[in-house]
């Protein structure tokens, strides 16, 4: 392993406001770890910022306070962020590290509140404006049949994943979702669903959307889909 950057990549850089400079893209990080701000080329791409949200059985959403993230580390090959959000029913702690090529994996932990109570849903969304995302590109698992192309007009859920279409999930997990235009874009993905809480038994209920509504398209990462407690910490990685 070595720290040399090779061109065309640069040295990342970060400051403990939250700030990370890679080659053509600039982040700014949140109290939930995760994004602010995605400038490529100049250009911000998110309408608003990164975030995790959840949902009561009762039908309360819940309410976060957060800290500013806290710089670990910044070498030439990566920085690494720590954040903590605290709620009633659920505390999220994260690790983020930006990699030189922009690429930043995620750590989370999801762990019980001081109040904790039944959760019908936990979910992220990743929110772009509606003038960088017309296309979109989703993996199937398979060589061969992973959709290209527009991402379907309308407003709401214009997309889902769904077990058809995939590998034979005990669910209908999509792997790879990205939405941009044709010089930019945001992609999730994910190795597998471990430490999420979902509806087995072949649901086709979605873990992964594509959801367009005032002017900006999110992907919305269903973490939690089924009604649940939290009563120990769970960590998912993406």
Do not use: C
Not at 91 to 112: F, I
Not at 134 to 143: A, F, K
Request: charged content about 25%.
């Amino acid at each position: 392993e070595t720290e040399e950057v090779f061109p065309p990549f640069k040295p990342v850089q970060a400051d403990e406001s939250g700030v990370i400079s890679v080659v053509q893209r600039t982040y700014r990080m949140n109290g939930f770890g995760l994004w602010d701000s995605v400038q490529s080329q100049s250009r911000e791409l998110l309408a608003r910022p990164v975030e995790l949200r959840y949902r009561t059985v009762a039908g309360r959403e819940g309410v976060w306070k957060t800290e500013a993230p806290a710089l670990e580390t910044n070498t030439p090959q990566r920085a690494v962020f720590r954040a903590r959000a605290v709620s009633d029913a659920v505390v999220a702690e994260t690790r983020s590290e930006v990699e030189v090529d922009g690429m930043m994996k995620v750590t989370l932990r999801l762990s019980p509140g001081a109040k904790p109570e039944s959760i019908a849903a936990l979910w992220l969304d990743i929110p772009l404006k509606e003038s960088e995302a017309r296309l979109m590109h989703e993996d199937t698992g398979s060589l061969r049949a992973n959709y290209s192309g527009s991402i379907p007009s309308g407003t709401g859920t214009v997309w889902k994943s769904d077990r058809d279409t995939r590998w034979p999930w005990r669910n209908a997990f999509a792997g790879y979702v990205w939405i941009g235009g044709e010089d930019r874009g945001v992609a999730w993905f994910a190795e597998n669903d471990k430490g999420w809480v979902t509806e087995k038994g072949l649901s086709d209920k979605p873990l992964q959307e594509i959801v367009r509504a005032d002017g900006e398209v999110a992907i919305r990462v269903n973490l939690v889909n089924i009604p649940v407690t939290l009563t120990e910490s769970r960590e998912l990685v993406f």
